[in-house]
């Protein structure tokens, strides 16, 4: 008995379409994918049946990294480099932040990461016991860290928040939730603070995610103060000793990146981000080729200013073609497994990204009635260069169903419309 069978429904998998499929998913995982007419015992005994005639399931898109409360400034502060973005608006307003205000902010990214198809998403911020809360109401799936900053007066009680988030909650409902520690960068993370977080990495058997690499004004400093790049750097503290998740890496050179690849550290590229805030484009074919692991973010909606996973993988497809001239820079099926199944790996997961038996039950129903999908040629080329995040009818995570028929679930939109409204009159003044 199955708790929940998806029917006529086209299916995509890595070996192509399949037309007019089910898929049967117990305990969170996919069990069968059949086709629709060899269901039919399974329609009698399923516990719930989700009719998806006229769309197509797809993986969940992973967002690997992110700091989802700060939805709240989103269209804020816009049309600044990094760091004048950080330190004349981001870091002055966020010093007014509290729990009530994280809350909100985490439900409104939720709230759209479901209705434009991510499923998972990487979290580095404050308040962090709070977003775990939201993460468990709302039944998306997370990786998250409390974002540290050695330059900060809380520094230490910030390693102690983050080692009460890992023990509280890593592993949660099946790894639905997971905890890394969040050193934010190298310009706020001196190297003795960064001794201790990488002393507390081994305390715990915890995992790093790091902002590195982002700027040119970042490398330039490390390199003036330490005679090597950031990620050299890093290696020789030690920081790449367990699972490591390195947001951006827009600046690397050859031989970061054959550190990279030698300690698996995987990466979270950032496309629009990156280009909104000018820091440049990340080398990501060359990362590739040399077997790094990279996924995608969206970064903060304040830096891009969207939650919208599938805009990421359409620039990730098209960005580098016009970097290097190429075509085949990042092909379709390349830029989305990196939205999927590279991402999930670079967070962790090993079984998630795909749609086959054994894997987690995150799904994703796209209509694909709109004129924009016709002819479907090539749905996946479709969802990479065509599709609109609009059209997600229907958001499933470890099997239970968050957003049916475009109506969320698990999150009261319009009491979230009206906090959201009242915390814009507060960062206001």
Same mark, same amino acid.
């Given at each position: ?5 998806? =029917?006529?429904? *086209? #299916? /995509?998998?890595?070996? &192509?379409? !399949? ?10 995982? %996919? ?13 009698? =005994?399923?516990? *719930? #049946? /989700?009719?998806?005639? &006229?769309? !197509? ?10 700091? %989802? ?361």
């Amino acid at each position: 008995m199955s708790d929940l069978l998806i =029917t006529n429904v *086209d #299916v /995509l998998t890595d070996e &192509g379409v !399949l037309k007019n499929h089910a898929i049967e998913i117990e305990n969170g995982y %996919i069990t069968a994918i059949l086709k629709d007419s060899e269901a039919i015992k399974a329609k009698d =005994t399923a516990k *719930d #049946v /989700l009719d998806g005639k &006229g769309q !197509l399931a797809a993986p969940g898109l992973v967002n690997t990294h992110t700091h %989802i409360a700060m939805g709240l400034f989103r269209n804020y502060a816009d049309d600044l480099e990094l760091m004048e973005w950080l330190e004349t608006a981001i870091w002055p307003t966020e010093a007014k932040l509290n729990d009530d205000y994280v809350r909100y902010g985490t439900q409104l990214g939720i709230a759209e990461m479901l209705r434009t198809g991510t499923t998972t998403f990487s979290d580095m911020y404050f308040f962090m016991n709070t977003t775990a809360e939201v993460v468990k109401e709302t039944g998306i799936r997370s990786v998250l860290s409390r974002g540290l900053a050695g330059v900060s007066p809380t520094a230490d009680q910030a390693l102690v928040e983050n080692a009460d988030l890992f023990r509280t909650w890593n592993g949660f409902d099946n790894d639905r939730i997971k905890v890394l520690l969040g050193p934010h960068a190298p310009y706020t993370c001196p190297d003795a603070y960064m001794e201790k977080v990488i002393s507390l990495s081994h305390e715990l058997n915890c995992g790093i995610h790091m902002h590195l690499s982002e700027t040119k004004g970042e490398v330039e400093n490390v390199m003036k103060a330490t005679g090597k790049t950031p990620i050299a750097h890093m290696h020789d503290l030690g920081l790449f000793w367990n699972t490591t998740l390195a947001a951006h890496c827009v600046h690397v050179t050859d031989e970061d990146m054959a550190i990279m690849a030698e300690n698996n550290v995987a990466v979270a590229h950032n496309p629009q981000s990156n280009l909104k805030l000018a820091s440049g484009i990340a080398p990501v074919p060359e990362m590739i080729g040399k077997g790094i692991t990279v996924g995608l973010g969206t970064d903060g909606s304040a830096s891009n200013n969207n939650a919208d996973m599938l805009e990421e993988v359409r620039l990730a497809a098209t960005l580098h073609k016009a970097r290097l001239y190429d075509p085949k820079a990042i092909p379709a099926q390349a830029a989305w497994h990196m939205g999927t199944v590279e991402g999930a790996k670079a967070l962790g997961y090993t079984d998630l990204g795909v749609l086959a038996k054994g894997y987690r039950a995150d799904i994703v129903l796209y209509d694909v009635t709109s004129m924009h999908w016709m002819p479907r040629y090539n749905d996946l080329a479709a969802l990479v260069y065509s599709a609109n995040s609009s059209d997600v009818n229907t958001t499933i995570v470890g099997g239970k169903v968050l957003m049916k028929d475009k109506e969320l679930l698990t999150i009261d939109e319009e009491k979230l419309r009206a906090e959201i409204t009242k915390a814009q009159e507060y960062f206001s003044n």
